[in-house]
C-alpha cells in the first residue's frame, strides 16, 4: 500500500508496531528469499508435460549447516512446457533462506509425463529413467545476501530432452540450463540510541516502498526487497525522539547499500 509519509506516519507506526510484536523483527537481517521459475527453449512438439511434485535446494547458512529443503511449490501437477515459450515463465515456487550458500537444486518428477507429436492427436507417455526418479540435480552455486529476492530460471530444453527411440516410446533426459538473478536491493543500517526505536521508510517521492521498525535490542534495521533506484530513508522514532531523514539513498540489484550509523536526536 503506498502512503504519503507526512500524512501517514502516525497510522504507520501503529501498523508497524503490531507485526513488531508479532515478529520482533529478528530475522530481518539474516535471510534471503529465493524464487525458481521455468521457461522452455522451442520444440518441434505440441505438447511436452512434465509433472513436478518438489523442488529441494541445497542450501549453507553462514555457520556451514544445512541440506536439501523444498519449496513451497506454487501448483503442484503437469505444467505444458510448450506454454512457456518465447521469453514466458512461470513461478513454480520459493522459500525463504538463511543467508548463505545455495549450491543446487533438485526438481523432483511425478510419473504423469507425456508428449504430444505433432500431427497427432492422443498424447504418449514420456518415460523417466529410474535413475531421475530420485530427483534431477541442477548446479546453481549462489551466493545469497540479506534482504535480496533471488530468481532461478530453469530453461528447460525440450528439443534436446526428448529422446525417441526406435519402438515409438520416447524418454526424457532432461537437459535444463540455469540463469540466477537479483531481483532486489536492500539498505540496511543501525539507529543510535536503539532505545529511539524509530520505524524505517524507503520513500520514492511521496510514496511508501517499504517499511520496518529497527530492531530493538541491536539498533539494526533492514528495507528489503527494493527496485534499483534512488530514494529517501526517513526514521520516525518513538516520543521524545526528533524524526531524521537520510536523502539520496543508491540502491543497486543484488547489493545491500549500509548506512552505517544514523543518529536519533531528542
Known amino acids: 500500500m503506498m502512503k504519503n509519509y507526512l500524512d501517514s506516519r502516525t497510522g504507520w507506526l501503529l501498523l508497524l508496531l503490531g507485526v513488531a510484536l508479532v515478529s520482533c523483527n529478528k530475522d530481518n537481517n539474516s535471510t534471503a528469499r529465493l524464487e525458481v521459475r521455468l521457461t522452455d527453449a522451442p520444440g518441434d512438439y505440441q505438447e511436452v508435460n512434465i509433472d513436478i511434485q518438489d523442488i ?24 505444458n512446457l510448450i506454454k512457456l515459450t ?11 533462506l538463511p543467508v548463505g550458500k545455495v549450491s543446487q537444486l533438485r526438481l523432483i518428477l511425478g510419473s ?10 492422443q498424447s504418449l507417455p514420456l518415460t523417466t529413467p529410474s535413475a531421475q526418479q530420485s530427483g534431477l540435480k541442477v548446479q546453481i552455486h549462489t551466493d545469497l545476501k540479506e534482504g535480496i529476492t533471488y530468481k ?6 525440450a528439443a534436446h530432452s526428448i529422446v525417441a527411440t526406435g519402438s515409438g516410446k520416447f524418454i526424457l533426459k532432461p537437459v535444463i540450463r540455469t540463469v540466477v538473478e537479483a531481483e532486489s536491493g536492500s539498505v540496511k543500517g543501525l539507529v543510535s540510541p536503539v532505545a529511539s526505536r524509530p520505524a524505517v521508510y524507503a520513500l520514492s517521492g511521496t510514496d511508501t516502498i517499504a517499511t520496518t521498525f529497527a530492531d530493538s535490542t541491536s539498533g539494526k534495521f533492514l528495507l528489503k526487497g527494493l527496485a534499483a533506484g534512488t530514494y529517501t530513508v526517513s526514521f520516525a522514532p518513538k516520543t521524545g525522539y526528533l524524526p531524521t531523514t537520510k536523502e539520496n539513498v543508491s540502491v543497486t540489484l543484488g547489493s545491500v547499500t549500509d548506512l552505517g550509523t544514523i543518529l536519533i536526536s531528542q
Open 86 to 96: 518465447d521469453g514466458l515463465d512461470t513461478l513454480l515456487g520459493d522459500i525463504q
Open 112 to 121: 504423469n509425463n507425456s508428449i504430444k507429436v505433432a500431427g497427432q492427436t
Open 152 to 157: 532461478i530460471l530453469l530453461d528447460f530444453d
Open 56 to 79: 529441494q535446494v541445497n542450501a549453507e547458512d553462514g555457520n556451514g549447516s544445512g541440506g536439501w529443503q523444498s519449496l513451497n511449490l506454487k501448483n503442484k501437477g503437469v505444467y
